[in-house]
């Protein structure tokens, strides 16, 4: 077993017990906290898998911001309480666990049929220039242009968004006289 | 001239507007109602003017080049598929027009009394001459595609005029049931359009040019593709077959035949002047019309269901028509019988027939369901036989005018009726032999029922005072009067040994003057008087005592569920309701739901209900609970992945 | 690849969309400032009509730059005027470039110019019909995002590319889910805005995971075969190493099943349509019928591209049959049919029970999405021809779908803003409250039954053809018999409308500006119904391009 | 070397993870953390396709997902915070008022 195995098998488990947790947990901080764990395995094994700028990138953007925000409303809205165990839609659960199973079974099938023939791995020279976040931030901004523009409409809209729909106005509809 | 018959169509279109835009804004609601009929009315006129100017033109013209095409535009030009929106006008289109537009000024200047004083009589015109636009698009088409669109739209009209009394909740219910049943008719006519389409590529009747390009005709070309045979798993068939049989679905839900006759007698609802146009003399003809028109794609196979159709539905329904009170649905029966005539003379290959007895018909019909208006009208609204009697004397013009109608219909001698129904019965007689029994047997019943309507109405004394009967105003007699005159002389447009009518459609028919059968005449004519006579004595004489508001027919006592099978025409529902045991309902709630016999009803509602339940199946899953779509739409992807993996 | 200064054109109208999103943005900034009803009017007007007035502009220059009504000649006279409609229709779908999109991502041809006329159109009548309601909170804002959410619709509808795919769908919903929940204090709003974001975010999940499988496989074909550059993403590209490859795999499939149900849930599709009714009930009116349409339209354009270009090899029979050799699978025109059998059963039955005229006419949008797939369902034609009708019945049938659905739910909207409710029994009596908003509701309701000589009646017609010359007769006729039972619901509204006598008959207002736009839609509805060859020689256009 | 195939199977068992999280849970903050999940799988098999073709295109996708997850998050809570302030809940069940 090489190193890399190793780390890999380790860092999915984490990656798996973060997920089992996430969904888990009754308590909604518990699973923002295991989600967090996933996220951080996810960000090692794009490590392993040579993208150390997406690796920064996962810890700083899901990690940090989108956890936080997460946690943050968590914690605003008083969220956390634990969820009642009694479930309004009957057999919702075992149905869900059933079709997971069988989507986890399909998914794991179609690639075991596929995946078999493993291709040559690239070379050193290529993993190299692909590791380089240069490499990628050049591509950002010659082929993926066009994308890269639409990111910031995005961004914006979503501003706007949330400005909109939490901005405090005082007037007769927020009193709640209209309605 | 003849380039300009799109104006046929576009003036009626044109009072339509005027009536829906510009009149309703003007006057009070004298002045609108007075204007609403002058400008329907000429709206009409003109149209009728021009369609004989236009007949005359083509009678001109040498008889290989009575065919005119007018595209006004291309309609449609999406790949193969080429439509124009254009317009024809041959022999048959001709006559139709004339139809149309003269038996449509009549009952439109007969509205004008009729409707006098109703609330929205703007609407009223503005609907009718919308309907007579249509009805124009509908005989003058000169493709499928454009004939649709009429056959649509008077579907169309006919919904908003039946309902126009909406107030009553028989009115609505009927529309509603109207369109419904009509609609399966209308999916099955798309459906041949289809088949046309593809094994044609066209949808156009006859070969044109359009574009300066040559566009076949499916009409013209039918002979040889139609007989061609196409393998349905399990079965063969030939292609016109299919085609026809589509087209014959149509049929039967427009020219109301079995199983889509139920919504004629409800439509009935409707104002009188609506039934007389719409639901007797013009829209219900068009399928009569459609199979004409096509004939050339009708295969031997469906001609013997057309025959079967027809004269069964000739039968069932003036079964019905004896047992019925309401002086219209006697006559709403009475229409479903007679195009079972026209129909049944269509699948026996005498298409001349069964156009002449559409034109007779119409002429005659359209007398009688005026004249019933008249009494309606002069009664104050009442419709059941049993609240009339003694009517002669206080409705003179109505009363020989409909003696008139009544007489034609039965098929005396000399009168338009005789001539056209005889060509039919005739021909049966060396066609098929029981096809001749049961129209014979049918216009024995028709003779009966005309005359115990007659003395239920016009004889004996009047058994319910609460009215005053009265005559109804000029515009409203004299309409009657020159239907009733043309009633007389309509028999000549195909007398035998002239036979005008058979040379002028030879273009399109070309089919043979039929052989008068003078035994037969004299036989048929005797035997109409006798038992007009028999209907007459019965009810008029014999058990004139017997008659009183809400009591039952005399002839019940003999008939008992006979009887009420006649009066319900022979519903199905009735008759599952009498034969199948209660039980059966909880086992096929289904059928028990479609079959139902209450109701607009049956149809209706029921396959609402129907529906209902199912929708309420589907009701369930949209409970609000995101999860559950989530659900839904993972189970959605699992089996279909799964149904993926089983695949490979 | 490099962003070439010849392409600036060529995204026009999308730049131009952009600029008018920030114009707005402020433009309430500079009314008023109060909290009057007065000012807040004032606010709302001012963003509203400037809104209007740009996506009219921006039609108008779409319109220009596709050279659909007038194409410049070659020889014409050089001046100011006819040098810039050159520059325009050089960056149009006629031109030399359009053949190759912009960095691979962004198509330029006739199929995103109709997708933009379309969008724009129907966000041009939006504002209209909004102009004259009563004012929204923070109305600069609410006009930025009805014009974000269509900047993404315009980019869906040319996107040939997965990562543009993806950031188009986003931007586009995005915007939807806050507009869909922009009466925050209203709690059908809110709950509306909600399902859809969780419903869209989960589809964005599964998109995006059938697009890993997708270049996944890409991927691992172009391995094998040696391919270098970095464009696995662009449709094109994934089109030519399945071709390739040969045999394509499971793989391969499994994604493309992913990015149908990511994108079904857009054009609500069943068994993907759970939310439309509840988001289409709860949400302002406008928008709801903003969803109902353009971002349809786009999506059903982006699912044509993908899957016409993507994966012509998967494309298969328009049979749904257990397959009689195994590792035949049929491909994606059979599980669109099956998926269009299960849209037209569930939306029409659905529909019958309905009390509130939203949520049926929401049933009804999903039923129409049956038809609309039937569309796509004709690919699997073996003859060009027919594929070609097919397209080009499923284009004609989405225009006019969007101004009829526009149109219906427009009335809806006038009447809501009376009465302030969208029961099916508000309606009642409507044609002596205000005959002219009946009549106009009429035409709509009949087009959308597929009454001739309505639009929606040779859109009904049209698409039939197309799937019965593919071979999908069994689905013609189960549309055929769903359009009878559709009939069943549709003339409910009408009896309503007619028949059913109203509490009050105090009359119901129509303001200018909402007219305005509900007659420009029946005007629609008509011509369309009557000369559909306006829009059908435009259409055969598209054929040139997607009809490989 | 890992082979690619092993980071595909966790790819598709974290993706399952999130499907079942969605389905299961009704705090609507952890079903849309589930999301945030099925998001990530995803990413995973992209990064890992684009390792084995030794192309960088995966990697870009991953970078625009990764953006544009930041927006749709702050979109979706503050829609959650919306509809808490009007329900005071955050639980999907409750939020069932248009249905049938």
Redesign the interface.
Known sequence: MTFELMMFLITAVVALTGGIGMVMFKNTVHSALFLLLNFFAISVLFLLLQSPFLFAIQLTVYAGAIMVLFLFVVMLLGAERIEDTTDKLAGQRWLALVLALILLIQSVAINLITGSNEPPMQELETLALLSDPATLGAELFTTYLLPFQITGIILLVGIVGVVVLNQRVRTAQDKGQIN | MLELIWLIPLLPFVGFLLNALLVGRIGDAHTQERSAGYVAVAAVAAAFVLALVAFVQLGNLPEEERLVNVNLWTWINAGDLVVPFGLMFDPLTGVMTLLVTGVGTLIHIYSIGYMHGDSRVVRYFAYLNLFITMMLFLVMANNMLLLFLGWEGVGLCSFLLIGYWFERKSASSAAVKAFVVNRIGDAAILLAMMTIFLQFGTLNFFDMILDGAEVIGFVENAGAVAQQIVSVPGQDFRIGTIISFLLLIGVTGKSAQIPLFVWLPDAMAGPTPVSALIHAATMVTAGVYLIARTHPIFTDTTLGLVTWIGALTALVAATAAVAQWDIKRVLAYSTVSQLGYMVAAAGMGIYVAAIFHLLTHGIFKALLFLGSGSVIHGTHDTQDMRKMGGLRTAMPYTFVTYLIGAAALAGVFPLAGFWSKDEIVGHALTHTIPIFIILFLSSLLTAFYMGRQLALVFWGEQRDHSYHAHESGAVMWVPLVILAALTVVAGGLNLPGSHWLTDWLFPVMEEEAAEFKIVLGVVATLAAIGAGFGGWYLYAVRWAKRIKVDAKDPLYRGMGDIWDTMAEAWFFDTVYNKTIVPGYRSVAGFFAQVFDPEGIDGLVNGVGRAFGWASNGVRFFQNGYVRSYALAFFLGVVVIVGYLIVAL | ???ALTDVPR?LPEILL?VLALLV?GSDVFERWA?TDAARTEQHRASASLAALGLGMILIIALIQSGYVYRLPDDAPINFLTNIVRNLQNGGPASELATTP?????ATDDLTMIGRLVVIAAAFLTVLLTYDARPT??PG??Y??II??T?GMC?MAGSSE???T???I??TS??L??LA??F?????S??????Y???G??????L??G???T???A??A???QGST?????QFERIRELVAQAGEP???L??GM??LI?GIG?KVTV???H??S??VY??APTPITAFIATASKVASFILLFRLLTTTFPVLTGAADVII?VE?????GWTS?LALLAFLTL??GN??????TNAK?LLAYSSIAHAGFLLMGLVAWSASLA?DR??GI??LL?YLVAYTVMNLGVFGVLYVVDQHTRSDEISVLNGLARRNLGLAVLFTIFV?SLAG???LSG??AK??V??AA??AGAEWL??VG??T???S??YY?RLL?AV??V?PDTDAPIPTPRWMATSLVLSALLVIVLG????II??I??NVQAVAGR | MVPISYYIMLSAALFTLGVLGVLIRRNAIVVFMSVELMLNAANLALVAFALQRGGIDGQVLVFFVITVAAAEVAVGLALLVAIFRNKRTADVDEVNQLHG
Do not use: H
């Open positions: 690849m490099q962003f995204i952009l943005l909290n912009i960095l691979g991502a962004f909170a923070n804002e609410f930025t995002l974000g959410s900047l980019l997965l990562i543009m993806f950031l188009a986003e931007l995005i915007p889910y806050v929940g922009y925050r204090n209203d709690r059908q809110t709950e509306a805005g909600m399902k974001f969780l419903f975010a989960m589809s964005s999940g599964i995006l995971y697009m890993s499988l270049y996944g496989y991927a691992t172009a391995v094998t550059g970095n464009n696995l993403t795999t499971v793989l499939t499994l099943l992913f149900a849930y069943v068994p993907f759970g939310w009714p509840d009930q709860g397959p195994a590792s035949t699978f049929t599980l059963i569930v039955l659905a529909a019958l029970p309905q949520r021809m070609e009708a080009a019945s004609y009949f009454i001739p000589p009646f040779f017609f049209y039939f053809m019965w010359q013609v006729i055929l018999i359009t009878i039972i009939l069943y003339l009896r007619f028949i006598p009557l000369f559909p060859n059908l020689t259409i055969d």
